[in-house]
């Protein structure tokens, strides 16, 4: 067993320092600096959400999303793509650069709450996700009023999804029959009860961020590290 866990780790290192010399560019992510990666280049990890408050700013989708990609790529050096702003504008540059992204990652990474179910840039890159066939990870955060209710958990999207939301969104269109019943086979991790840090973040190395950084390794291993 010791020597099979040394040659994963060998190959997760070699796969890593590939990766890093042949396929990424460091910088230049829409609205972040630091270690994401253009959408157009390999990237393994996307964090998608929506920017919402919820009882105060300390309570915000945005601080939980940039400090946990932080995180998840100290532990995981796995790269990834977060837009901070949380709610990009529209454009048909954008919706491609978009489409690009999810095709050409691995793992989406979903902070689920109402708002991010009638958002339109969030409603197609939940479409590109399905029609792509990519493994998610569903976080539950403040601001998603459903219940787990084992697989059917999902429903609540499909309850208050309301098409006039989105109808200004370029491809608002294809906004109807939303594959929800999609994310049945992906169990949520619910942050809405977690011990946030004063500055909104997730607490260092809780339950909840060690299960994603579980998940994502598993992926990893089971895609052959590739």
Known sequence: HTHAKLRL?????????????????????????GHEYILNTYTYCILLYIHTCIQGQNNCTQKIATKLCDRVFQATEMPYWLD????????EELVQEMREGVKNCKIVIIMISDNFCNSGNCLFEY????????????LLVPGW?????GTDWWRHAQEIFKPELSAKHPKA????????????????????????????????????EQEIIRRIMSRFFRDGGA
């Not at 901070?84 to 454009?91: C, L, S």
């Not at 479409?127 to 569903?138: A, L, S």
């Open 145 to 149: 009023q459903g219940q787990l209710d």
């Open 9 to 33: 780790q060998q190959q997760a290192l070699e796969c890593l320092n590939r990766l890093h010399s042949q396929h990424l560019r460091l910088g230049g992510a829409p609205r972040r600096q």
């Open 84 to 91: 901070i702003e949380g709610g990009m504008g529209y454009g």
């Open 127 to 138: 479409i590109n996700i399905v029609q792509n066939h990519k493994y998610v990870i569903p």
């Open 173 to 208: 269109a294809s906004f109807t029959n939303i594959p929800w019943d999609y994310l049945a086979e992906f169990k949520p991790i619910d942050l809405r009860g977690e011990d946030l840090q004063a500055d909104g973040s997730l607490q260092d190395d809780s339950a909840a």
